[in-house]
């Protein structure tokens, strides 16, 4: 079936930078958009930003301009975001999640990967 | 940046008994040259990523029962569980993907 399957959780320390991968398969990979939204203990889902896996186009959040980096090797039909500084309120599951209409790059999201649990503790 | 407020917080329904979640946007997220509002629904049970249930604000996403149902539009949204059931139990979240994207803060529903 069409999955997403992101790779395993992560311990970080304040200051350091984490990479979050993201692999497609059973459909084409370019022909969607990946979004990531986190998900901090108890707390709501937050959208960071989003990737045009066919041309590799991207839009971030204001929230983390400047400290995260969604790229794609298409490839690989991998998505990936990186995000810099890390700091303790940075603790949280990741998600990537594709966008449900074929060539848009915003829309509901109908596929989720299980979600990459990264720690933040000196 | 559209403010998505959820209410309740949280909401404790017989099984059979009707649900009804509500979602307001700070802005409207009915885009008027197609016609269409740009809100969906999510259900996320414990250590799950979340799951479409509604999308276009009234569109059941594929394989979803039919006691969910969307309504609203412009700023005002629900999300109605017609006749809960006991796998029903979990946390509700809207969100706008009218301009980039946000959800509201999600409605659990238990069974009372």
């Known amino acids: 079936q069409v999955q997403l399957v992101q790779s395993g959780a992560e311990v970080k320390k304040p200051g350091a930078s984490v990479k979050v991968s993201c692999k497609a398969s059973r459909y084409t990979f370019t022909s969607y958009a990946i979004h990531w939204v986190r998900q901090a203990p108890g707390q709501r889902l937050e959208w960071m930003g989003w990737?045009?896996?066919?041309?590799?186009?991207?839009k971030y959040s204001q929230k983390f301009q400047g400290r995260v980096t969604i790229t794609r090797d298409t490839s690989a039909s991998t998505a990936y975001m990186e995000l810099s500084s890390l700091r303790s309120e940075d603790t949280a599951v990741y998600y990537c999640?594709?966008?449900?209409?074929?060539?848009?790059?915003?829309?509901?999201?109908?596929?989720w990967g299980q979600g990459t649990m990264v720690t933040v503790s000196s | 940046d559209i403010v998505m407020t959820q209410s309740p917080d949280s909401l404790a329904v017989s099984l059979g008994e009707r649900a009804t979640i509500n979602c307001k946007s700070s802005q409207s997220v009915l885009y008027s040259s197609n016609n269409k509002n740009y809100l969906a629904w999510y259900q996320q049970k414990p250590g799950q990523p979340p799951k479409l249930l509604i999308y276009w604000a009234s569109t059941r996403e594929s394989g979803v029962p039919d006691r969910f149902s969307g309504s609203g539009s412009g700023t005002d949204f629900t999300l109605t569980i017609s006749s809960l059931q006991a796998e029903d139990v979990a946390v509700y979240y809207c969100q706008q993907y009218y301009s980039t994207h946000s959800f509201g803060g999600g409605t659990k529903v238990e069974i009372k």
């Open positions: 999640a594709r966008v449900r209409e074929w060539e848009l790059t915003s829309g509901a999201f109908d596929i």
């Open positions: 990737i045009n896996a066919g041309n590799g186009n991207t």
